[in-house]
Each structure stands twice: as structure tokens, then as C-alpha cells.
């Protein structure tokens, strides 16, 4: 399942993005990660957000991205 996600509701600090086809990623498939004020992407930040997984607790960013959600529980196309 997925979840298809407005991104122009994203909220800084957090960005799209794409995945590089060339690359092997997947069309249509973005990363969102937090950048820094002149859009780099923000280690730090990002370590944090995926160490609060284990916690229980929602992390602020991930309150972002769940704010942006439009579809949930979509099936993958084959």
C-alpha cells in the first residue's frame, strides 16, 4: 500500500526529491527530506527524524507529511 501525497502541501523544512530513473529509482517516486536555509540537505535533522521512529512519538516532520497525504491505501499498478 501507499499513500499519494500533495507536494506542493509540504512544509519547510522538508522538500521532494524525484527519484533518478537513470539511477534505478522509481518514476513518479519522490524522497522527502529536510533541508537547511540554502537547500541542502540537512543531516542532522534527517537523523533525528528517522531516530523518532523507534520512540512511539510523531516527529513535527513527519506531522508535515501526514498533513499532505491526499490518498491513502493505494494499491501499487503492476
Given at each position: 500500500?501507499?499513500?499519494?501525497?500533495?507536494?506542493?502541501?509540504?512544509?519547510?523544512?522538508?522538500v521532494a526529491i524525484p527519484?533518478?530513473?537513470?539511477?534505478g529509482g522509481t518514476p513518479?517516486?519522490?524522497?522527502?527530506?529536510?533541508?537547511?536555509?540554502?537547500?541542502?540537505?540537512?543531516?542532522?535533522?534527517?537523523?533525528?527524524?528517522?531516530?523518532?521512529?523507534?520512540?512511539?512519538?510523531?516527529?513535527?516532520?513527519?506531522?508535515?507529511?501526514m498533513n499532505a497525504v491526499?490518498?491513502?491505501?493505494?494499491?501499487?499498478?503492476?
Amino acid at each position: 500500500m501507499a499513500q499519494q501525497i500533495d507536494l506542493t502541501l509540504l512544509q519547510p523544512p522538508l522538500v521532494a526529491i524525484p527519484d533518478d530513473a537513470t539511477a534505478g529509482g522509481t518514476p513518479g517516486h519522490v524522497a522527502i527530506v529536510p533541508v537547511d536555509n540554502n537547500g541542502k540537505l540537512n543531516q542532522q535533522l534527517l537523523e533525528e527524524w528517522a531516530a523518532a521512529r523507534a520512540g512511539g512519538v510523531s516527529h513535527w516532520l513527519s506531522e508535515i507529511v501526514m498533513n499532505a497525504v491526499v490518498k491513502v491505501n493505494l494499491r501499487q499498478q503492476p
